[in-house]
Structure formats: C-alpha cells, structure tokens
C-alpha cells in the first residue's frame, strides 16, 4: 500500500473516531441537560414544598441550632419576625421549652443521623407554649453539619386528647357517683318503707277488729302502695345497673342465651303452656347476662300480654347489612298503634293496669341494653293480631 493511500485511511479512521467522540459528548450534553433540569425541578419542589407547607421547617446548625433558614409557616406560628431569628442560635431565642430536649435530639440525630416524631414543647415569642413533633435529618451544607427539621402542631389534638381524659374520668365519677346513689335508694329509702309497711300490717292485725270497715280498706291499700312502691324501686335498680354492671362482651351462640332466658322463665312456659319456637340463631358478640334479659323480658311480656289462645313465641336472627337483626313474635293482645313508640319509655304501661302486673320498666332496660350494644329496637304490632319485637346488635366481624 503507498505512503498517501494510507495517510486517507488514518484520515477516514481519525474521521469515524471522531464522530464517535462527538456523538458520545452530544449524547452527555443531553444527559447533563436532563440532569440539571431534574435537578431543578427538584429544587424547585423542595423550595415550594418549604414554603407553601403549613408544618414549620428549619435549617439549622447542628451544634448550636443557629437558624439557617426558616419557612413563614415557623414565623407565623411563632410569631417572630426572620430578621429576629436568622443567625441566631435556639438557646438565644429560647424556643426550647426544656433545653435538655435539642442535646437529646442533637444527641440522636449524630448517632443515626435522623429522628422522627420527637415530641417536645416549644416556646412562643408571645410566652405560649405550644406541643409539637419534630422529625429531623442530618445534613452538609458547605462543610458544616446542619438539621433539616420538619415540626408539627400538636397543641390542639393533645388539648382534645386531655378533654376526653377528663371526661372520661368525670363519666366514671358520675358512675360511681350513680352507684352510690343506686345503693342508697335501696338500702335507705326500702327501709322507711318496710318499716312502714311493717307496721300498717301490724295496725291491720291488731286493730282490724276495733276499726270500721272503711279503716280496713284505707290499711289495705296503704299497705299495697308501699309494696307497689318497693317494686318500683326494685326496677329503677335494675334500669341503673344497665349502666353501671361491668360489661363483658364476647362471642356468644345466641341460641345458648336463648336457653338461659327459657331456663330462667320455666315455672311461666309451664304454666302458661308457650310454645318458643326458634329458627338457627347466630353467633353474635355480646354481654350474655344482658342479652338473656333482653330474651327474657320479650318473652315474658309475650307471656303475659298473651291472648285468649296458648301463646306461641317465635324468634329468629339474620344477617341485615351490617347488624344482625332479632325478632321476637308473639300471638297476644297487640299493642296500639299510638303506643308502639311510648313503651320503651320509664314506667310507660299500655294496657290495663289491674288487669296485667308490672311496672313499665322492662321494655326501657331492654332498648338501653340493646343501645349497649351498638343497635336499636322497635315493635310492629296491632291490637289483637299479636307484636313482633326486632332488635339489632352490631355484626361482631365489624367490631
Ligand atoms: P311491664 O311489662 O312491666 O308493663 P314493659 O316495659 O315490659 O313493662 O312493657 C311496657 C308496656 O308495653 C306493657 O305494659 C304493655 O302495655 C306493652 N307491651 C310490652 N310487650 C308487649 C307484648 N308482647 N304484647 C302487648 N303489649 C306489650
């Protein structure tokens, strides 16, 4: 090959070599290009996200806590003004409420270089001391070691967090409160009344004979009256109880409540000749001893209120949305319609007084109990066709 066709070669090789250079630049140019426009999108989020957030952020010195730099949302809930902070240290301003607390995280952050969720109390320009949780990262800003620091309001949260401490110590003062109360009503207010029905009995036994017939009746019915009166109070008892026992929820065969409340209720299925019929009952989480009454006071009023044909009682229990849903249906007298709603009320009767006993109580223990357990109760009824009773309890999956 001659001198001059190989210098054409090199040429055209030292030619290729360096398009492949120059592409290899364009194609780094482009990349640097795409870097420092990433790069500057970056910034440009960080320094938004530093000024827009409602947290307050700071940059600040991790040896003594000179303030670098601070987002408005720190002015504006510290109230200082930036010229009063920047290049000042944490101790100057005192925003610290307990010092020890920066050495701590100072401490935390050059052992593993970041905390989270420090809670610590600052103090405001005004004097206010106010709740926050501070997360932190270390950071290298021209050689010297900073913090980032993001720090969130709590004062609020924390203020309803002790109200609902306080109220729930005030409720169980009330409770016990109520408990007490419960005590005396039964203790000391049966006592009068025993002693008095004691001793119109004794007037009756002694001085029936020397005592016009008239006398008699006024003694008998005094005598009634504290009896009608102790049962009250019996019943009042049992309706405070509903809130005041322990309560002891638990999954629980409805079915195997069932059976207690029929146990309980024995002596009056027998006598009356009911027949209880029940379909597949659920599982259900619930107090037991409360669901047996709820069962029991159902099924005795379905008893009691019962109709010229042996009373026929059936129950049953499914699935409705997000509650299980009870019923209770009987074959008895039926209850007006203007009083379907004002039975589950205190003392509220519907029906002959003389003629059926009670005190209107039962049906007010079984709503509250059933209000204890998330649900509510209604009956569907009309004279002489019978009532059916429907309650719901929440679904326990939900619980
Ligand atoms: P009590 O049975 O002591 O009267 P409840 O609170 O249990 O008190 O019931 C309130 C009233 O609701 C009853 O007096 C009665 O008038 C009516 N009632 C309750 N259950 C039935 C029922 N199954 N059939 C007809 N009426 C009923």
Redesign the pocket.
């Given at each position: 090959m001659r001198d001059e066709d190989m210098t054409k070669e090199q040429l055209i090789n030292e030619l290729a070599e360096l398009r492949q250079r120059l592409n290899q630049f364009t194609a780094l140019e482009s990349e640097c290009r795409r870097e420092a426009e990433a790069l500057r999108l970056s910034e440009e989020k960080s320094s938004k996200a530093f000024r827009s957030s409602p947290d307050w952020i700071v940059i600040s010195t991790l040896e003594d806590g000179r303030f670098i730099d601070v987002n408005d949302a720190f002015l504006r809930i510290t109230g200082y003004r930036r010229e009063e902070v920047i290049g000042r240290t944490a101790k100057q301003l005192g925003i610290w409420a307990e010092p020890d607390e920066r050495d701590k995280m100072a401490a935390i952050i050059r052992e593993h270089g970041k905390i989270r969720d420090h809670e610590a109390r600052f103090c405001m320009k005004s004097g206010e001391i106010r709740i926050m949780l501070r997360s932190a990262e270390a950071i290298d800003l021209e050689g010297e070691k900073c913090i980032i620091s993001v720090t969130h309001d709590i004062t609020e949260r924390k203020k309803a967090e002790e109200k609902i401490k306080i109220f729930a110590e005030e409720l169980e003062k009330r409770n016990r409160e109520l408990e007490q109360f419960a005590y005396i009503v039964s203790h000391d207010l049966q006592a009068p009344l025993i002693t008095a029905g004691g001793y119109l009995r004794l007037l009756e036994r002694r001085y029936k004979e020397k005592l016009d017939s008239k006398a008699g009746e006024f003694i008998t019915n005094a005598i009634e009256g504290t009896v009608r009166m102790q049962s009250l109070i019996r019943s009042l008892l049992d309706y405070a109880r509903v809130d005041t026992r322990a309560r002891d929820f638990k999954l629980i065969e409805a079915s195997a409540v069932l059976n207690q409340a029929l146990g309980n209720l024995k002596a009056l299925l027998d006598e009356s000749g009911a027949v209880v019929k029940y379909d597949n009952l659920p599982e259900v989480r619930a107090d037991p001893v409360l669901l047996s009454q709820v069962f029991q006071?159902?099924i005795?009023?379905?008893i009691?209120?019962r109709g010229d044909e042996p009373p026929v009682i059936h129950l049953s229990g499914e699935k409705k949305d997000k509650v299980w849903l009870f019923s209770v249906r009987?074959n008895?007298?039926?209850?007006p319609p203007e009083?379907t709603g004002r039975?589950?009320e205190v003392f509220?009767?519907?029906?002959d007084k003389s003629k059926?006993?009670?005190?209107?109580?039962?049906?007010?223990i079984c709503k509250k109990i059933i209000e204890h357990h998330g649900g509510s109760i209604r009956v569907e009824?009309a004279p002489g066709k019978g009532?059916t009773?429907f309650f719901t309890i929440r679904d326990s999956s939900l619980i």
């Open positions: 006071n159902l005795g009023n379905a009691k209120f009987d008895g007298i039926g209850i009083e039975i589950f509220h009767r519907s029906h059926y006993q009670g005190t209107g109580i039962g049906l007010a009824s009532s009773f």
